[in-house]
């Protein structure tokens, strides 16, 4: 694919090592199933190391004629079946020690959201 604007991509991760991934093994001029293969690495890599990113790869493809949303290109983790109950009975686990540590409220502070978004938007 002449021209393949993949290098100015937008790949929403911070991850390094997909970084690492989309660098290493760029090919000089890719065709349309390279550059998409390429993307694709980089984000599961993003998705492996992150807990928290889910298992599906979406590809927005923009070209002269338009763009095209792929979604899923990918599903990288595919949720297992429960292999069982995993549910126990009250007492099951011994409670060696317990400690109650009375707590004196010295304020109370109540501030509005708005405000608490404004202070942490604030970078001067």
Known sequence: MPGCAIVGCSMQFSNLKGKNISFRSFPKDPDLDEAKQLVRDAI????????????????????????????????????????GTYSYAPGTT????????????VETVIRSTRDAAEE?????
């Open 94 to 105: 011994a409670v060696l020690s317990s400690k109650t540590v009375p707590l004196e409220i």
């Open 44 to 83: 599961a890599s993003g998705i492996y190391n992150d807990l928290g990113s889910g298992s599906n790869v979406d590809l927005c493809v923009i070209t002269r004629a338009g763009a095209e949303m792929i979604r899923p290109y990918d599903v990288t983790n595919m949720k297992g079946q429960i292999q």
């Open 120 to 124: 942490a938007m604030d970078t001067a």
